[in-house]
Nanobody, 122 residues
Framework: VQLQASGGGLVQAGDSLRLSCAAS????????MGWFRQAPGKGREFVAA????????DYADSVKGRFTISRDNAKNTSYLQMNNLKPEDTAVYYC????????????????WGQGTQVTVSS
């Protein structure tokens, strides 16, 4: 599975952005998808995940109520709608896909996109 993330940019605090992750390839069509982020000098952390059929979604506490993950299986694409962005959301955002049991753990995801930079100024 190849993943292509897009939609990052430079915004001001309080603004919104929508990230997209287009998936291609793979022998099976249905996989769980997640978003992680990595700020400078920090480890990669979980942001949001959605199970393959869209029936369950999970969020990091830091983004609950502000971010929404969704997916369109017909387009093999997942989205991360980010509202009311804060400077602490600044990071490189990575999308991921996995066939393993649904989880928010990095180890559950086998495929990773290249990352897209999100910078939020105060």
């Amino acid at each position: 599975v190849q993943l292509q993330a897009s939609g990052g940019g430079l915004v001001q605090a309080g603004d919104s952005l929508r990230l997209s992750c287009a998936a291609s390839g793979g022998t099976r069509s249905y996989y769980n998808m997640g978003w992680f982020r990595q700020a400078p000098g920090k480890g990669r952390e979980f942001v949001a995940a959605v199970i393959w059929n869209g029936g369950r979604r999970d969020y990091a506490d830091s983004v609950k109520g502000r971010f929404t993950i969704s997916r369109d299986n017909a387009k093999n694409t997942s989205y991360l709608q980010m509202n009311n962005l804060k400077p602490e959301d600044t990071a490189v955002y990575y999308c991921a896909a996995g066939y393993s049991t649904y989880s928010t753990r990095r180890s559950s995801y086998d495929y990773w996109g290249q990352g897209t930079q999100v910078t939020v100024s105060s």
